[in-house]
């Protein structure tokens, strides 16, 4: 699965999340024990936005990030973009869905005019794409000089004498998870695979100055299972 590249990735990703879709938010919680939503506030608190203006969600799935920009920032505008119809549907229908502007779009090709963004932020997308260094410069591409970009993803686990203890439930237990609760184990088998074939926290750094942001910065979570990347984009030049 996380061999696949091009088209045939980004198809395979579209199919897997239209699958799970009306389940994914109640799987998120179980998988995570509920930190997932911890980590999102943090990842929202990054973008450190002053005033008002729009901000992307981009991969935004059932909108948790969205609706969590609203909460912190009200004065903010939230953009949502999904490659997935089905995952849009479902989070139209949650009770904030009103309050985002939800457009179907590829992460590859975002359909925005330069600097359009103050704040741009994204969920366990980049580990998804086929294209990840094509994703970080079309979202440096939309964002306003000055503007933060932020990133959360999972990592593989760090070297370390409890690696294989920290990576045991990723292939062993996951899969169960979903294979009770939504009847798709395969899905859920991507899930560990597409992470432990992501870019270690300090390659994705390097990704995103790459690009043109800077200064670059990261913290690891759930035993570096999880990172959150943040970074500006220049003022000038």
Known sequence: MSHLTGEARSNYVRRMFSRIAGRYDMLNRLMTMGQ??????????????AGTGRVLDIGAGTGDLAFEVLRQFPGAHAVAV??????????????????????????????????SFVGVISGFLLRNLPDVDGSLSEQHRVLRRAGRLVSLDTSPPPPGLFRPLIRF???????????VLAGEAEAY??????????????????????????PVGYVRRMFGTIAIHWGSKAETG
């Open 36 to 49: 997932d939503l911890r980590w999102r506030r943090e990842a929202v608190k990054r973008l450190r936005l």
């Open 82 to 115: 999904d490659i997935t119809p089905e995952m849009i549907a479902v989070g139209r229908l949650r009770k904030e869905g009103g309050s985002v502007t939800w457009v179907v779009a590829d992460a590859l090709h975002l359909p925005f005019a330069d600097s």
């Open 169 to 179: 439930p990723l292939p062993a237990v996951i899969p169960t998870l979903g294979r």
């Open 189 to 214: 088998r991507y899930l560990p695979d597409s992470t432990e074939h992501f870019a270690t926290a300090e390659a994705l750094a390097a990704r995103m100055a790459t690009v043109g942001l800077a």
